[in-house]
């Protein structure tokens, strides 16, 4: 078998006496997909960093197609950061003329790409405008462009739709599904479930600094064994709220509790079961249940029941 | 690497050209300033320096070279014996400088050693010590002469006395130059490059910050996510920054010498001493960018060390005296403007500005190295 586009192994990093990233390991096969699913502070971002060199781990190694990174090689990796760093005084052209240019591209060759990946990302149009006269999604998509422009063998999406309105970020996630579709590998990160239940092969789960759980979507759900989300909907004083949570975490068979405000989510390994005790519970709290709910599972419950908290708060 | 070194810095320049702050800060203001400055100074502007001699030799050639001199002061400079001592008459306020010409002259002149004439009071006025140092220069160059001529004479068995005293009596060069020394010197051309370094300061250090910035923006990492190694991008940087110095500097030169006509001197000199000067600059703003803990810390002490340095090098005021121009030469300013004096005042040609074009150049590789190192240490890893 050919070597795996991407092999992190044991990757550690610690800022001060915190780790941020605690013996991560995992691999992206060629044309794979690959998501990193955790919370804000989990460590993904770190994580990124290391692969792509900008960051030097403590331990830990990362190989890309059977070879360690060196600094001629970073033309292998297409780096989408977090945040957008392009020049917001430049146009995307420029932005794009510059990038390419350090990534060694030129002439002809740099034209037709720069055509290529403004159409890929939507922003043929704009192109000859400075980055500061976009809007958030637009901005976004240029940041994704850059990250494209050089065909590399690895793309890397650092949470690319946050603080995007609903459009721009589906034509981002349809751009992300059909470059991972065209054969290139592409690592993922966010921290919506949906995302990476629609776009991802596989899934890692990232939760404070540790990769707990790996699969695809289906091996993620077997990982909830019988376990089901059972969310119930409620009135009543935010302090009671909190009282009957808290009751609600001792029960037995219950992983996780979460949410606030009238809504609270509790993976148990006998869901069903767990609604009349629960009920009971949220009364002698002075609670009312207005509604009760079996959910389908999804990776939500999966972090849920692994963690014992919520993905986002 | 040069590859990426160059498109590094030629992304910088296009930035700074988008930027309308930095054409005004970099031309407009200092020609402004210098235009304005040089209207209420007047065109009657005059140049007004009394030289001392101070006889300490005492011997039949210093008493004919102190004549010769006393005798030859024209337009605005003036000549006259000193009969306390040195300092004495510096700090009676009679004398914007002295030249001494030391015991032993004669002597030496006559054994054919090299002879050495002292200027006191430098720093004092840098125009009355150029005009005094250029005398001086003079003075020197025809005792050299003296000096071969006895050599020659003696070795041939020849009397060498009339030779040598055609020599020390001969007429300083500077006297014959007076009337170009007053007709070109523009107080423009003192201004103008004053203002201009100020101004260099703080765009220079805008440059030099560009790299805290950029990593702050996510544009640096983005670059070394590239095959672009970090010494490429401090040399980029670096190179930017030298660029918009001297090519803004040397556009405020050629404004005011061909729009305004003030004549800066020697164009080879004029351009190497903006040249060092700009390196000087960009050194210590590397520096500070390197030693600062945060952005802004790194632009404050710009702004304190710009000023600091332009009002104790005299950006402000031509010809202060007491400690204001002491501190003139421990300053890069100081030191350029003293330079750009001898050029614009005593027409002195890019050999006798090289000590300071060296200094200069020297402090800011010096400086630029470790605040690179610096910046290396924290914006790169
Ligand atoms: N340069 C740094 N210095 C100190 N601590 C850091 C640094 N970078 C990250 N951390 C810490 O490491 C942990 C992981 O951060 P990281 O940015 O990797 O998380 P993340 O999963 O990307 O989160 P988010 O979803 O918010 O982007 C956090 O606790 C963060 O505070
Ligand atoms: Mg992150």
Redesign the interface.
């Known amino acids: 078998m050919a070597a795996p586009v991407l092999q992190v192994t044991d990757l550690v990093r610690r800022f001060g006496d915190h780790t941020a990233v605690d013996r991560v390991s995992f691999q992206i096969q060629p044309g794979e997909t690959y998501g990193l699913l955790g919370p804000n502070g989990a460590g993904k971002t770190t994580t990124i960093?290391m692969i792509?060199?900008?960051l030097?781990p403590d331990s830990g190694e990362v190989e890309l197609l059977g070879e360690p990174l060196t600094?001629?090689?970073?033309?292998l990796?297409g780096?989408v950061?977090q945040?957008?760093?392009?020049?917001p005084?430049?146009s995307a052209l420029?932005n794009l003329q510059?990038?390419g240019?350090?990534?060694?591209l030129h002439g002809e060759h740099l034209k037709q790409r720069i055509a290529h990946v403004l159409d890929v990302v939507g922003l043929t149009d704009r192109a000859k405008d400075r980055i500061d006269t976009y809007s958030g999604g637009m901005k976004r998509r240029a940041n994704i462009a850059?990250g494209l422009l050089h065909e590399p063998q690895l793309l890397i999406l650092d949470e690319p739709t946050v603080g995007v309105d609903p459009q721009s970020r589906n034509s981002i996630l349809e751009a992300v599904d059909v470059l991972g579709g065209s054969g290139m590998a592409v690592l993922y990160t966010t921290h919506y479930m949906e995302e990476a239940e629609r776009l991802c092969d596989r899934v890692g789960i990232i939760d404070s600094g540790r990769l707990i759980a790996e699969g695809t979507r289906d091996e993620l759900m077997q990982r909830l064994g019988e376990n089901s989300t059972v969310t119930f909907r409620v009135n009543g004083g935010a302090e009671q709220t909190h009282a009957w949570r808290v009751e609600l975490a001792g029960m037995p068979g219950v992983s996780g509790v979460q949410g606030e405000d009238g809504q609270v989510a509790v993976v148990a390994a006998n869901g069903p079961s767990l609604i009349a005790p629960a009920v009971q519970a949220a009364q002698s709290h002075g609670l009312d249940v207005v509604g009760v709910e079996v959910a389908e599972p999804d990776l939500e419950a999966v972090f849920l029941h692994l963690t014992g908290k919520a993905l986002r708060d | 690497m040069w590859?990426?070194v160059w498109?590094i810095a030629a992304?910088g320049l296009?930035?700074s050209l988008?930027?309308r702050s930095i054409l005004i800060q970099a031309i407009v203001a200092p020609i402004l300033i210098a235009v304005v400055v040089g209207a209420a100074f007047g065109s009657g502007f005059s140049l007004n320096v009394t030289v001392g001699i101070k006889d300490a030799d005492g011997s039949d050639i210093s008493e004919q070279i102190a004549q010769g001199l006393t005798g030859a002061g024209g337009d605005g400079i003036a000549f006259s014996s000193v009969d306390a001592d040195a300092d004495a008459a510096l700090d009676s306020g009679a004398y914007d400088a002295v030249i001494v010409l030391p015991a032993g002259l004669s002597d030496a002149v006559l054994s054919g050693e090299p002879a050495q004439l002292d200027v006191v009071g430098e720093a004092k006025d840098p125009l009355a010590q150029s005009v005094a140092e250029s005398v001086a220069a003079g003075i020197a160059a025809n005792l050299q002469t003296a000096r071969v001529t006895a050599v020659a004479a003696t070795s041939a068995g020849v009397d060498a006395g009339p030779a040598i005293q055609r020599a020390v009596t001969a007429t300083p060069p500077l006297t014959v130059e007076q009337g170009e020394v007053t007709g070109t010197f523009s107080v423009m051309a003192y201004f103008a490059p004053g203002v201009a370094m100020l101004f260099l300061f703080f765009i220079i250090g805008n440059g030099a910050r560009s790299i805290i910035e950029e990593r702050r923006?996510?544009?640096l990492?983005?670059?070394?996510?590239?095959?672009?190694?970090p010494a490429s991008v401090l040399l980029g940087k670096t190179v930017g920054v030298l660029i918009v110095g001297i090519v803004s500097m040397t556009l405020v030169w050629l404004i005011t010498w061909l729009g305004f006509g003030a004549y800066w001197g020697d164009p080879i000199g004029v351009f190497l001493v903006i040249v060092a000067a700009v390196v000087a600059i960009a050194g210590i703003s590397l520096l500070i960018t390197g030693l600062a803990r945060t952005e802004n810390q790194a632009d404050a002490l710009t702004t304190i060390i710009a000023l600091l340095f332009a009002v104790a090098g005299g950006t402000f005021f031509y010809g202060a005296s007491g400690v204001l121009s002491d501190l003139r030469l421990f300053t890069p300013n100081g030191q350029a403007l003293a330079a750009f004096v001898n050029l614009a005042a005593a027409q002195a040609d890019v050999v006798e500005v090289l000590p300071q074009i060296l200094l200069l150049t020297g402090i800011g590789v010096g400086c630029a190295a470790v605040g690179l190192v610096a910046l290396r240490n924290k914006v790169l890893?």
Do not use: C, M, W
């Not at chain 1, 240019?101 to 060694?104: A, G, P, T, V, Y």
């Open positions: 960093s792509a060199g900008l030097t600094s001629g090689r970073k033309s990796i780096l950061p945040d957008i760093a392009l020049y005084d430049l420029e510059f990038f240019k350090l990534q060694n850059v | 590859r990426h498109l992304n296009r930035r988008r930027d923006e996510g544009t990492p983005r670059i070394l996510a590239a095959p672009v190694s890893t």
